[in-house]
């Protein structure tokens, strides 16, 4: 059984930094990518950052620039940095892990999410 845990969230002012962390444990065959995805109150859950296991990384439009998201092969991690945070960055972060658990079965697992608040 995969699992996903996620710390770092909390309360900051704009224009503040705030780091995420993800790990995952559990029968990971082969991992394809891991990702966060956030969710506000009242919208969909949106991808904000991604990164594959051939280390090519990709971010929404809203954060490119200020999100850079990283990985430990190592610990089956992955990072996410934010800094220059505004207002409209405040939502329920998930961390995001899509992997095969054996040479044929794949799925995509969650985190149970961590809130990151934005505000003065």
């Known amino acids: 059984q995969v699992q996903l845990v996620e710390s770092g969230g909390g309360l900051v002012q704009p224009g503040g930094s705030l780091g995420l962390s993800c790990a995952a444990s559990?029968?990971?065959?082969?991992?394809?990518?891991m990702g966060w995805y956030r969710q506000a109150p009242g919208k969909e859950r949106e991808l904000v950052a991604l990164?594959?296991?051939?280390?090519?990384?990709d971010y929404a439009n809203s954060v490119r620039g200020r999100f850079t998201i990283s990985r430990d092969n190592a610990k089956n991690a992955v990072y996410l940095q934010m800094s220059s945070l505004k207002p409209e960055d405040t939502a329920v972060y998930y961390c995001?892990?899509?992997?095969?658990?054996?040479?044929?079965?794949?799925?995509?697992?969650w985190g149970q999410g961590t809130q990151v608040t934005v505000s003065s």
């Open positions: 995001n892990l899509r992997a095969y658990v054996d040479p044929k079965n794949w799925g995509d697992y």
């Open positions: 559990g029968a990971i065959f082969h991992w394809v990518s």
């Open positions: 990164i594959t296991s051939g280390h090519s990384t």
